[in-house]
């Protein structure tokens, strides 16, 4: 079976002494606990895994009964080290105090019990783990199937992988359209839009949410005023209100928005908004018109390549530690710039979108970036980009 690369992060963690609650968080459907279970399978640590999945939202005291079972059954097998490992931990309210009362006592009485937790998406975990669990977790952010793994998992080529994007179950329906729609919609937008939010969040216009996402979706790659986002939705109410959505969107790494790339923090947050998905499966599940029709619209594929690129950038942000940003002036464009601790990095897709690319001519005088590069060029094919590591693009030559 196919290990992603965090099957060696998560071993290693596990297998080293006792230091902190291992927190596994990321997007529906990424194999999170698939990975968990591989890990399983090869440790030599005794352990107990439940999921809380079917387990009453108003019982957390579940979690100190697994607790006890498992200091019980370390006592009677008089086993050194133990290992929890809860699965949708963040369906339980209040979850995170009883982990920390639990994790406490262990700490206290010296008792060598190692936990895992699993969550869906930062949106459902980062309120319990900041206001809780402070300094007693290390968290692994498992991000989207990249168009390398996909490849050598599923034998996608690039094509495939910018349209179907990077959801492993749906790649067994990729010749399947209609079902392979249906698993994008039903197994990871819905639960999404309709399900996790609404878990951690008071969502007044639960269908203006959906509406907003949708539209994101259908605007991926392109800039648009939150005004005029207002003007094609019903009820909207205000920017406010789909600015808070947005971000709530992001949280669940489905769709973002990037801001414009300036010298003061004012000129940027105070932009025009760009959008872009998380995962081109979204796109193409909720606005495409199947895969041959739109991979032979050069201009509409343009959206797609660019989007493609997008993706892999916002995914792995957090991963390398920096910010994506797009650039415009006039008639000047760059698609994205990357920023980390004051380096930047220009990126132009040669998609078919624009007939030229002296936006990035003129975004490298004005701001003298460390690298500008051209995807899609004759020199660096948008395969090759989407196989690069991203931390190399800050890294000394």
């Given at each position: 079976m196919f290990k992603r690369k965090y099957y060696d992060i998560i071993k290693a963690r596990i297998e080293e002494e006792r230091l902190s609650i291992q927190v596994i968080a990321g997007p529906r459907q990424v194999g999170k606990s698939t990975v968990v279970s591989q890990v399983l399978e090869d440790l030599k640590i005794?352990?107990?895994?439940?999921?809380?999945d079917a387990v009453d939202p108003d019982r957390p005291e579940?979690?100190?009964?697994?607790?006890?079972?498992?200091?019980?059954?370390?006592?009677l097998r008089r086993y050194n080290e133990f290992l929890i490992v809860i699965d949708e931990v963040q369906k339980l309210n209040n979850w995170s105090e009883f982990v920390k009362r639990e994790w406490d006592a262990d700490t206290r009485n010296k008792t060598?019990?190692?936990?895992?937790?699993?969550?869906?998406?930062?949106?459902?975990?980062?309120?319990?783990?900041?206001?809780?669990?402070?300094?007693?977790?290390?968290?692994?952010?498992?991000?989207?199937?990249?168009?390398?793994?996909?490849?050598?998992?599923?034998?996608?080529?690039?094509?495939?992988?910018?349209?179907?994007?990077?959801?492993?179950?749906?790649?067994?329906?990729?010749?399947?359209?209609?079902?392979?729609?249906?698993?994008?919609?039903?197994?990871?937008?819905?639960?999404v839009v309709a399900k996790d939010i609404l878990m951690t969040t008071t969502i007044y216009k639960p269908a203006l949410l959906k509406q907003l996402f949708e539209l994101s979706c259908d605007y991926s790659g392109e800039i648009l005023s939150l005004t005029k986002m207002l003007g094609q939705l019903t009820d909207a109410g205000n920017v406010t209100t789909l600015s808070t959505y947005i971000e709530l969107l992001n949280d669940s790494q489905v769709v973002t928005k990037l801001h414009k790339y300036a010298n003061d923090n004012a000129r940027r947050f105070n932009s025009i908004p760009k959008y872009q998905v998380y995962n081109t499966a979204l796109m193409s599940a909720n606005a495409g018109r199947g895969f041959e029709k739109e991979f032979t619209d050069s201009k509409r594929w343009g959206r797609w390549v660019e989007s493609a690129v997008g993706a892999y950038l916002v995914s792995n942000a957090d991963e390398y530690g920096y910010k994506v940003y797009y650039w415009r002036e006039n008639d000047y464009e760059v698609?994205?710039?990357?920023?980390?601790?004051?380096?930047?990095?220009?990126i132009e897709v040669k998609s078919g979108r624009r007939k030229s690319n002296e936006g990035i001519s003129v975004f490298s005088k004005k701001f003298s970036p460390r690298i500008a590069l051209v995807v899609g060029s004759e020199a660096l094919s948008v395969e090759d980009f989407l196989t690069t590591n991203l931390g190399d693009l800050f890294e000394d030559f």
């Amino acid at each position: 079976m196919f290990k992603r690369k965090y099957y060696d992060i998560i071993k290693a963690r596990i297998e080293e002494e006792r230091l902190s609650i291992q927190v596994i968080a990321g997007p529906r459907q990424v194999g999170k606990s698939t990975v968990v279970s591989q890990v399983l399978e090869d440790l030599k640590i005794p352990y107990l895994s439940e999921s809380a999945d079917a387990v009453d939202p108003d019982r957390p005291e579940w979690l100190s009964d697994t607790w006890e079972n498992a200091r019980n059954i370390m006592k009677l097998r008089r086993y050194n080290e133990f290992l929890i490992v809860i699965d949708e931990v963040q369906k339980l309210n209040n979850w995170s105090e009883f982990v920390k009362r639990e994790w406490d006592a262990d700490t206290r009485n010296k008792t060598n019990i190692k936990v895992v937790l699993l969550g869906s998406s930062r949106l459902l975990i980062k309120k319990g783990l900041t206001e809780s669990l402070a300094g007693r977790y290390e968290l692994i952010r498992m991000g989207h199937w990249s168009f390398e793994e996909m490849r050598d998992a599923f034998g996608f080529d690039i094509n495939q992988y910018i349209y179907f994007g990077g959801y492993p179950q749906g790649a067994k329906y990729k010749g399947n359209e209609k079902r392979w729609r249906d698993y994008i919609k039903y197994s990871i937008i819905e639960p999404v839009v309709a399900k996790d939010i609404l878990m951690t969040t008071t969502i007044y216009k639960p269908a203006l949410l959906k509406q907003l996402f949708e539209l994101s979706c259908d605007y991926s790659g392109e800039i648009l005023s939150l005004t005029k986002m207002l003007g094609q939705l019903t009820d909207a109410g205000n920017v406010t209100t789909l600015s808070t959505y947005i971000e709530l969107l992001n949280d669940s790494q489905v769709v973002t928005k990037l801001h414009k790339y300036a010298n003061d923090n004012a000129r940027r947050f105070n932009s025009i908004p760009k959008y872009q998905v998380y995962n081109t499966a979204l796109m193409s599940a909720n606005a495409g018109r199947g895969f041959e029709k739109e991979f032979t619209d050069s201009k509409r594929w343009g959206r797609w390549v660019e989007s493609a690129v997008g993706a892999y950038l916002v995914s792995n942000a957090d991963e390398y530690g920096y910010k994506v940003y797009y650039w415009r002036e006039n008639d000047y464009e760059v698609d994205f710039v990357l920023e980390r601790k004051g380096v930047t990095v220009a990126i132009e897709v040669k998609s078919g979108r624009r007939k030229s690319n002296e936006g990035i001519s003129v975004f490298s005088k004005k701001f003298s970036p460390r690298i500008a590069l051209v995807v899609g060029s004759e020199a660096l094919s948008v395969e090759d980009f989407l196989t690069t590591n991203l931390g190399d693009l800050f890294e000394d030559f």
